[in-house]
């Protein structure tokens, strides 16, 4: 009996989460390969005669994406919490496995548009099943961390993409490459569905002390929200994570789909026939160096913590220092040699990460369980409709200018605004307690409006002879110059409208 009590006394805490993480790892390298191919394959796309693609069709094409994931976003959170990150993260790979493959037989713009808007869907399952696993797996002293370490995975998928890249695209052709890279998506399916289990206490691998360190925060609250989209729309922290996913997510965005068209154009890079290795070593070395980033940002929260600061301030302080990280980008383009551009873009990518992993606590930080995956929900849709609204900017700049100094000098001050947002909106990053009875009709109000000005946007098309097109593409009617920007106006003075309300009528209801 004694020796029992002394085994059990000194039995060390399991790692079976770990191997969680390692799966969370996979996937997102596998997403990240999938949604960099259209950036490391656009000059090649854009010299098809089938596709008859400039900047601005490019673009728009990317839009497509992009609204894809606003919109899967929102759902996928919605399902992650129904039935749990085993079979929602299963079901989102699935899907966007075979959008990808779909990308090799698409033979005109409308048909890659239709393949990348499956491929936004179900790439928007990645983050919110991968969250909602971390925060049913880890204690929140280890989230930011664990976040950091799968997250890592998307500068390995980004770092993996351009050799597949060089070794497949002489040999294969681009529209078999799409076919044969969609294999590593299923073989990670067999792996996730064999090993994950929602629940660690009902898992065969997992003993009880691992399970005591898992559940070491005290319970959340058991308490019903009837409305609970409604009521998360109204809190003050849904939005501190929101609009920093708002103003983060576009720049990475640009990296992935931009960058090795800026390196290109700007260094020379063959990025047609991939018959050097250059651009697949340029592109790799600064995902290389972002990977660095993503695991020393959740390292550097945690560590601050447990060096006695508190939760709010070890986020911030790491936000803020990754923010300065990020400035010397807005010099890229005056950098005449290659390998220093690769350093400097590959420190701001760094800088990303390690801020994004940050972020992506912040749900977890302040919400109970069950409303985390439709915060992140909510957020990664705002960061989609960011980015969306970032690459529509970023094809009228290029197709008129020229120039990719714009974008730099915007990813420069985007971090500063997002640690601004969230301080602003959560000073104390406190923890959600209770959600508001009545209906939260001025928000409802402001979002309604911010969405209607974004789709007349996102749908316009190129202004030609005073005119704006109503939708994308040749044959469309068309808005007076006039007539579409007082319809932009009208949608973002009800929105400010809207919010000013709200913050002055208090909702006066008993909380639940």
């Known amino acids: 009996m004694r020796e029992a009590t002394i085994a059990a006394a000194t039995e060390r805490v399991g790692r079976y989460r770990w191997v969680i993480v390692g799966l969370l790892f996979a996937a997102t390298a596998i997403n990240y390969i999938d949604r960099q191919m259209i950036g490391l394959l656009k000059p090649i796309m854009m010299e098809d005669p089938s596709l008859h693609m400039d900047e601005r069709t490019y673009a728009d094409i990317v839009v497509w994406f992009q609204i894809a994931y606003a919109i899967g976003y929102l759902g996928f959170g919605k399902v992650v919490d129904a039935i749990g990150a085993r079979m929602g993260y299963a079901a989102a790979v699935v899907i966007w496995t075979i959008a990808h493959v779909a990308h090799g037989g698409a033979y005109s713009v409308t048909q890659f548009a239709a393949a990348r808007f499956g491929l936004g869907i179900g790439e928007s399952g990645n983050f919110p099943a991968g969250v909602k696993a971390v925060t049913s797996w880890f204690p929140q002293k280890e989230r930011a961390f664990a976040v950091g370490v799968f997250n890592a995975g998307s500068n390995v998928g980004a770092i993996a993409a351009p050799l597949l890249c060089f070794l497949m695209v002489p040999a294969v052709g681009w529209r078999m490459t799409f076919i044969l890279t969609g294999v590593f998506g299923l073989i990670w399916l067999v792996a996730w569905l064999a090993v994950y289990r929602d629940d660690p206490a009902k898992h065969a691998r997992v003993g009880a002390p691992e399970v005591a360190h898992i559940t070491q925060d005290p319970a959340d609250p058991d308490v019903k929200t009837p409305g609970l989209w409604l009521r998360l729309l109204a809190q003050r922290e849904t939005w501190a994570f929101a609009l920093g996913k708002f103003f983060i997510d576009p720049i990475w ?257 008993p909380q639940a």
């Open 253 to 509: 965005w640009f990296y992935l789909f931009w960058l090795p068209g800026y390196l290109g154009t700007q260094y020379g890079l063959d990025l047609k026939t991939w018959s050097t290795p250059t651009a697949a070593l340029a592109l790799g070395g600064i995902y290389l160096i972002s990977d660095i980033g993503s695991v020393a940002g959740g390292w550097l929260s945690g560590r601050l913590m447990k060096g006695g600061m508190s939760v709010n301030a070890a986020r911030k302080i790491t936000m803020v220092i990754c923010a300065f990280c990020v400035l010397p980008v807005v010099f890229a383009t005056s950098v005449p040699n290659l390998w220093a551009s690769v350093l400097i873009i590959g420190i701001a990518a760094a800088a990303h990460q390690g801020f994004s992993a940050n972020l992506y606590t912040v749900p977890s930080d302040t919400f109970p369980r069950f409303a985390v995956g439709a915060v992140i929900g909510i957020g990664g849709t705002m960061g989609a409709i960011g980015g969306a609204l970032f690459s529509k900017y970023s094809g009228d700049v290029l197709d008129r200018v020229g120039s990719y100094a714009p974008m730099f000098i915007a990813a420069g001050a985007a971090y500063f605004l997002a640690v601004l947002s969230v301080h602003l909106l959560t000073p104390r990053l406190a923890r959600v307690e209770s959600f508001r009875h009545s209906t939260p009709w001025a928000v409802i109000a402001a979002v309604v409006a911010g969405l209607v000005g974004v789709i007349v946007f996102l749908a316009s098309g190129k202004n030609t002879e005073g005119c704006v097109p109503v939708w994308m593409g040749p044959a469309s009617p068309c808005f007076e110059t006039g007539t579409y920007w007082m319809i932009l106006g009208a949608c973002a003075a009800v929105a400010i409208l809207a919010i000013v309300v709200n913050t002055l009528v208090r909702d006066k209801a």
